[in-house]
């Protein structure tokens, strides 16, 4: 019997698979009637089934006949048109001026992806990418894998923001360092900046020379109004000018997460830069996939284009988001009745789909073990996985 061979891949390394689907396998293998997935942000209706939205509904009814055509290598041009107007603002000098670069990306990750390889090649392969502590956690991976240094910054506290901790690596940064922010419903805090913040954010951005790159997963989930979850972006972009990028998705406020449908945009200072952008951006989307999946990206222009379903997907919204922040008050309601011991005002004072409530490992576990409720990274909860019946 003769020997193994050795392997051509005896120096990969075995990676550790990630926290959050395994939390969410092993929540799918607990036969628990009463279980309750707090892990993923995905938004369930009051009997934990994915909720379909009306304005989606619609939408797919008015796509069903489209053909499977290859798309453009940049994407649906419909889709990147109104998206783009969507995030920036119909009235954005940056859209009206043509300084927009856009590309369809595979939803958030992607956008992400193609951001920063796109930055690294304009700002150079020595250039840091600073994220929030906490952050979502494939942020740091991403950035990683396209071979830029991340460093990490203390975001928040148990009361908020930690502006003391932002504004003084804002301020240490070097010049062209690029800054990951949550546009809206920080992941996983839940502790959004304020309009005036965001100003004195942006005017120190601005006079260090650094890049800002929004994340942009949750507008309209954050307080049911796009434009006022976009606020960040169209503050940086057009009243202080300067250049950005967005990483777009539409897998939270469309209901679409299995279509991976996003966008990654760049706001520069001439056409002509925007122009030499884009096709950089082509050419990478070559490359790596040769060009998009379709159907998501046509249900997105579907709503966006037609007025009455546009209208159907703003009351969508409303919906999804009114019902986070009572879910939010219920959990507290109970807790408090309950006569739980600490302090809970932090789950009705953060925004989005999730809340970090400061639990301890070994509190976690004892959850998990005695009650089936299953939660991430030790105290990370995402409030869209309750509803009104498991709130206690």
């Known amino acids: 019997m003769s020997s193994v061979s050795p392997s051509f891949f005896e120096v990969v390394n075995y990676t550790p698979p990630d926290a959050i689907f395994e939390l969410t396998k092993t929540y799918n293998a607990d036969s628990t009637a009463r279980k309750v997935n707090l892990g993923q942000g995905t938004y369930k209706d009051e009997n934990g089934n994915p909720w379909i939205l009306p ?116 301020n240490e ?10 546009a809206s419903a920080h992941n996983p ?6 309009p005036d913040q965001w100003k004195y954010i942006g005017a120190i951005v601005k006079e260090r020379q650094l890049f800002p790159l929004f994340d942009a997963a949750y507008l309209g989930l954050t307080s049911g109004d796009y434009d006022r979850d976009a606020f960040a972006i169209r503050y940086f972009a057009d009243e202080l000018g300067l250049e950005i990028a ?12 299995g279509e991976r449908v996003g966008l990654c ?41 037609d007025e009455e379903v ?22 507290y309601q109970g807790l408090i009745e309950l006569g739980t011991p600490g302090d809970w005002k932090r789950i009705t004072e953060q925004k989005g789909m999730f809340c970090i409530l400061g639990l301890t490992p070994d509190q976690v576990l004892h959850l998990q ?22 709130v206690r």
């Open 265 to 305: 945009a760049f706001s520069s200072n001439t056409p002509t830069i925007a122009a030499a952008v884009e096709s950089s951006l082509a050419r990478l989307i070559r490359v790596e996939i040769s060009n998009p999946p379709a159907f998501g990206a046509r249900i997105v222009a579907a709503v966006l284009e």
């Open 173 to 182: 940064a070097a010049p062209k360092s690029v800054f990951v922010f949550h």
């Open 189 to 194: 805090s839940g502790w959004d900046c304020s």
């Open 55 to 170: 304005a989606v509904r619609s939408a797919k009814e008015k796509i069903k006949d489209f053909n499977h055509e290859y798309l453009p290598i940049l994407g649906l041009p419909l889709f990147r048109e109104l998206a783009t107007g969507l995030v920036f603002g119909k009235h954005s000098a940056a859209v009206q001026e043509g300084r927009i670069a856009s590309c369809q990306a595979l939803s958030g990750t992607g956008a992400l992806h193609i951001a920063g390889t796109i930055l690294k090649q304009a700002l150079g392969r020595d250039t840091t990418v600073y994220i929030t502590n906490p952050s979502w956690s494939n942020h740091r991976q991403v950035f990683e894998s396209i071979g830029l240094a991340v460093r990490e910054f203390n975001y928040s506290t148990s009361a908020g923001v930690n502006m003391q901790s932002l504004i003084q690596t804002l």
């Open 369 to 390: 073990k005695e009650y089936h409720i299953y939660m991430a990274e030790s105290s990370r909860v995402s409030i869209a996985g309750l509803n009104g019946s498991n």
């Open 310 to 331: 546009y209208a159907q997907w703003r009351n969508d919204l409303l919906t999804m988001s009114s019902r986070i922040a009572e879910m939010r008050w219920q959990l």
């Open 246 to 257: 967005v990483c777009l998705s539409f897998a939270k406020s469309m209901g679409l997460y």
